[in-house]
């Protein structure tokens, strides 16, 4: 088991930014991706940004350039540094950590956090 708790949302104008904190309760090193998701009222989850274990970062297309994911592995934390943010980036924040059951990377189980609100708005 991982329990994720995140911190760092809050309510922020058009334009500025947040910071997003994910600590895990155990290491993160090894056959682990760690993510962030984002759920916005009446819509589905949605996938934000991924981190690999050996520091391959991918983003979705609408945060690519305004959004950044990095990890301390000796904190067991991930951040997303979220910039120029805009009202479509409103949602509730998850923090996922995806933890691989061996090398082939083709079974995992799935842990998440319990969400942190952003809300950008004037």
């Known amino acids: 088991q991982v329990q994720l708790v995140e911190s760092g949302g809050g309510l922020v104008q058009p334009g500025g930014s947040l910071r997003l904190s994910c600590a895990a309760s155990?290491?993160?090193?090894?056959?682990?991706?760690m993510g962030w998701y984002r759920q916005a009222p009446g819509k589905e989850r949605e996938l934000v940004a991924t981190i690999t274990n050996g520091g391959s970062i991918n983003y979705e297309d609408s945060v690519k350039g305004r959004f950044t994911m990095s990890r301390d592995n000796a904190k067991n934390t991930v951040y997303l540094q979220m910039d120029s943010l805009t009202p479509d980036d409103t949602a509730n924040y998850y923090c996922?950590?995806?933890?691989?059951?061996?090398?082939?990377?083709?079974?995992?189980?799935?842990?998440w956090g319990q969400g942190t609100q952003v809300t950008v708005s004037s």
């Open positions: 155990s290491s993160i090193i090894g056959l682990y991706r």
């Open positions: 996922n950590c995806r933890k691989y059951r061996g090398i082939t990377f083709r079974t995992f189980d799935d842990y």
